[in-house]
């Protein structure tokens, strides 16, 4: 039955509530990272309901992938605009958007006002090494599918030594890998573009206007009056984020953490980590640790929770913006552009980079949560909790809200022990 449903191209699309309570329940249920994500997508929308034909999801989940931004959140707010055009995809963007930034602004508040509570610190403590070993995790996957041959391994080596070694920049590596991706996958065979490209182009500049004067239109209305800072700091670090989000969420969180923490100096390395462990067991995109930085920019500037929020909150709108722009001006090429060779071989090439960018990622976060003061003085309860959450996820038998649990738990039975 499912089989003859994922084959047909012409399903009737549902009454928009009916679709809307469908989004909100994979918005509220999107627990485990993209993968997870979309699988619960398909799902609900393929599989169960019918509403969409196997061989459109899987086109729309290849174009998202091509996009900067969280390919989840894109690929839901295209089927929303393939079923009910732009309400419905900016009803089912949002939907799987909003309940987890909710949740990291309440969590993010908690850690700020409580986090120097001794039990509290024990929670934290205690999820900071399964959070890097569920990007050990993330990064052994990616592995498997960018790295096929050793030019890709290559470029993943050089991205890492660029990046840990060298301090480039991300996006400077993100445009590098793409030309190098245009070389080194040269196997990769043009496909003929169909429909009208005027047409399309049309369509995407007016999409891409629109949305954004209401940005800038944002930016300043908060200008004059909230005035500069942090919200302009804000501004400027999560749009940039937003645009070189290629590779997923993981990709820009060396980025990210190095801007909130080094320059602007809005959270501490420790803090950054425990919000990303937040991030992996709430639903929503992981990028959503974004809202959880934002937040800390304003708590750090004035010490207001009215501040905190509303930096959290414009930390959420210019990350995701983009990423409803750019899906929502090419949705109607969604069908063709996905094949176009010249755009997948870029991909690559990036994919193979966001290998090694990862892996900065875990030293950084390692560094500061197995050495926070120096190698000769390691500390062994955190490094205990993260081989063996690694060996968990390593094994694939153990979901991510469940690890995350079990650290927090070990944290706070080690601070009841005396043992932290």
């Keep these: 039955m499912e089989g003859s449903v994922t084959d047909r191209s012409d399903l009737q699309p549902p009454a928009f509530s009916e679709a809307l309570g469908v989004y909100a329940k994979i918005g509220l249920l999107s627990f485990g990272g993209p ?16 509403w969409l034909a196997g061989a459109s999801f899987d086109r729309g989940l290849a174009f998202s ?11 839901a707010t295209w089927i929303g605009w393939r079923l009910h055009g ?5 009803a089912a963007g949002l939907a799987f958007v909003l309940p987890g930034a909710a949740l990291m602004i309440l969590l993010a508040w908690a850690a700020a006002q409580h986090g120097e509570v001794p039990w509290v610190a024990a929670f934290f403590a205690g999820i900071q090494p399964v959070a890097i070993a569920i990007v050990i995790g993330a990064m052994r996957k990616i592995a498997g599918r960018a790295l096929a041959g050793p030019a890709p ?9 660029a990046i840990y070694f060298l301090g480039a920049p991300f996006p400077l590596i993100v445009g590098l890998a793409a030309l190098a991706g245009l070389v080194i996958t040269s196997d990769i065979q043009e496909t003929k573009l169909e429909g009208s490209v005027a047409g399309l182009a049309r369509h995407a500049i007016v999409t891409a206007i629109a949305w954004s004067v ?3 239109g944002l930016f300043a209305l908060v200008r004059l009056a909230l005035g500069p800072g942090p919200f302009d700091d804000v501004a400027e670090l999560f749009t940039t984020a937003a645009f070189v989000t290629f590779g997923g969420a993981y990709a820009v969180l060396p980025f990210v953490a190095d801007q909130s923490v080094g320059t602007y100096q809005w959270l501490t390395v420790e803090q950054m980590l425990n919000g ?9 995109p992981l990028i959503l640790v974004n809202t959880y930085a934002g937040f800390f920019a304003g708590w750090t500037d004035t010490g207001m929770v009215v501040t905190a ?15 409803f722009m750019m899906i929502l001006a090419f949705a109607p090429a969604v069908e063709h552009v996905s094949s176009i060779a010249w755009a997948r071989r870029a991909l690559a090439g990036i994919s193979a980079a966001v290998v090694g960018v990862i892996a900065n990622l875990a030293v950084y976060l390692g560094e500061a949560a197995f050495f926070p003061s120096g190698l000769a003085e390691p500390d062994v309860l955190k490094l205990a909790i993260f081989v063996a959450a690694l060996a968990l996820v390593l094994s694939g038998k153990v979901g991510v809200l469940w690890l ?13 022990a005396g043992l932290a």
């Design 214 to 216: 209401g940005v800038v």
């Design 86 to 90: 732009l309400s419905g995809g900016l």
């Design 404 to 416: 995350v649990a079990g650290g927090a738990v070990t944290g706070l039975g080690a601070y009841a």
């Design 309 to 323: 929020i509303t930096t959290a909150a414009l930390a959420t709108i210019y990350t995701f913006a983009p990423s």
């Design 276 to 284: 990303l462990a937040i991030a992996e067991a709430t639903p929503g």
């Design 65 to 75: 992938m091509m996009l900067p931004g969280p390919e989840a959140q894109q690929l």
């Design 35 to 50: 993968a997870g994500q979309i699988a619960l997508m398909q799902s609900e929308i393929v599989e169960r309901r019918g």
């Design 153 to 161: 391994i290559a470029l993943a080596v050089a991205a890492f030594v």
